[in-house]
């Protein structure tokens, strides 16, 4: 029996309900959802052709050149690939833009080669849009920060509690200067897009009260969804206050030897080394003005050194050497300036797991 086209959006994120974008490269490199694959039913310019076409001549024309476009071996290329993701994904669904005509086409073609497949009624217009209206109901509900000076594991935290929501980890950044991973950061749509899943699977699991990282307007080159970002003004903070050696050792393993051993999978040894160090003077250079140039040049020389050391011998003692200063002359000022605007917010305070089982006790539901 053939599935239904489906509206259920919330089943759709909650399930993690595999998601078959047929929308241009272009599209979907824009935004998407977490769940979803691109296996697009036109190029960048075939779409651009076709759209052209419409606003000049009009919907019947338009169609005629897509099948003129998207034919022959082009078409039988995309129809096997849709159906190998039809039979790798049983329960999974396809859409367009709007679930229009693009999506009834890649039915069509689909029902052809044998294959009954279901799409989102409404395409991804719709489910932006649900995702939108979730992100704007949860983000009034009752909401704890994780505040504390750089290194002291607050989006480690957040992993360990069932109500955390991760914005760095939906951002795929860290939020410094020394943030982005080798992966690349998500645009501002996916950015909201992952985040509005996550709040929505946490609401699903029961949680009404959220904990989230104290953050900045910015994380990279995203910005929090003002909502958000208004609420979490007003928010409550439970400080993480723990030593600098174990904040050092932190930031060494996140900074310098993870970083390290993805830019080498990422790039092959020789290139990964250069390009790791490349990295490392970028988060540098990035905090320059601020830092000021003399210490600026300084630290740069004593990370670079470092960075040959562990490349030699694997010797990491070296990178305490700037990150060190960086922390006590840089980080933690500054922090302590942010924090003493907001200070009357700070509702609990101590070290990580003290900091930790409070949330558990106090917001866990």
Not at 21 to 26: E, G, K, L, N, W
Not at 60 to 67: D, F, K, N, W, Y
Not at 191 to 214: P, W
Not at 322 to 336: C, I, K, R, T, V
């Amino acid at each position: 029996m053939a599935r239904k086209n489906i509206e259920d959006y919330r089943e759709l994120f909650i399930r993690d309900i595999p998601l078959m974008d047929i929308r241009a490269p272009v599209e979907f490199a824009q935004g998407a959802f977490p769940a979803s694959v691109n296996h697009p039913l036109m190029t960048d310019s075939e779409r651009q052709a076709v759209g052209t076409c419409y606003k000049q001549q009009g919907q019947e024309a338009a169609i005629a050149l897509g099948h003129k476009l998207v034919c022959g071996e082009t078409k039988a290329a995309h129809v096997a690939q849709w159906k190998a993701f039809c039979e790798a994904n049983p329960q999974g669904y396809l859409y367009c833009f709007r679930g229009g005509l693009r999506s009834r086409i890649s039915q069509q073609w689909l029902k052809e080669a044998g294959v009954d497949y279901p799409m989102v009624i409404g395409g991804y217009k719709a489910l932006r849009r649900f995702l939108i209206d979730t992100l704007e109901d949860i983000v009034i509900q009752p909401k704890t920060l994780i505040g504390g000076n750089t290194g002291c594991g607050k989006t480690q935290m957040l992993t360990e509690l069932a109500n955390g929501i991760d914005l760095e980890g939906a951002a795929n950044h860290r939020g410094s200067s020394f943030g982005r991973y080798v992966s690349g950061q998500r645009t501002q749509i996916a950015f909201e897009n992952t985040l509005a899943v996550d709040m929505l699977k946490k609401q699903a699991a029961g949680h009404s009260h959220l904990v989230y990282e104290d953050e900045g307007r910015i994380i990279g080159s995203v910005s929090l969804p003002l909502p958000l970002l208004k609420t979490m003004q007003q928010a409550p903070i439970a400080l993480v206050d723990d030593p600098v050696d174990v904040r050092l050792e932190r930031l060494l393993a996140d900074y310098v030897v993870r970083m390290q051993q993805d830019f080498c999978l990422a790039y092959g040894d020789d290139a990964g080394w250069q390009q790791f160090a490349a990295y490392l003077a970028q988060g540098l250079f990035a905090i320059r003005k601020r830092l000021g140039y003399q210490r600026y040049e300084n630290l740069l020389a004593v990370q670079q050194l470092a960075i040959h050391r562990m490349q030699v011998d694997g010797t990491l003692d070296g990178h305490y050497d700037w990150l060190h200063p960086l922390l006590s002359e840089y980080y933690d000022p500054m922090y302590a300036y942010q924090l003493s605007k907001k200070a009357d917010r700070v509702v609990f305070r101590g070290r990580y797991v003290e900091v930790r089982d409070w949330l558990r006790d106090t917001t866990v539901k």
